[in-house]
């Protein structure tokens, strides 16, 4: 089952220089790209990443058992700066 007009197209398409063809290929490629973009990404790019972080398995996190967590964020940065021996903030 041939199309006349992709024939014609190809025939045309055969014709080009090199350097043309790779122009030819690269603009139908993002065209297809483009067509496949509108028709895969219904819905909104924050929607899908919601979606993504709710399949998220936290449970590691809830088992951590942090009451609060800008305490032990503190407690964390406390480790790291006696680690590097160093408090920088405090130089002069």
Do not use: C, F
Request: hydrophobic share 35%; glycine share 2%; net charge negative.
């Amino acid at each position: 089952m041939e199309n006349p007009a992709l024939s014609e197209a190809l025939t045309l398409a055969l014709r080009l220089s090199p350097k043309e063809r790779l122009y030819l290929i690269s603009r139908v490629a993002s065209s297809v790209e483009q067509v496949l973009e509108e028709t895969t990404h219904t819905e909104p790019w924050g929607q899908r990443a919601e979606r993504l972080i709710e399949q998220l398995d936290t449970s590691a996190w809830q088992d951590l058992d942090i009451p609060d967590v800008t305490t032990w964020l503190h407690q964390l940065r406390d480790e790291e700066r006696k680690q590097r021996g160093r408090d920088w903030d405090e130089v002069s």
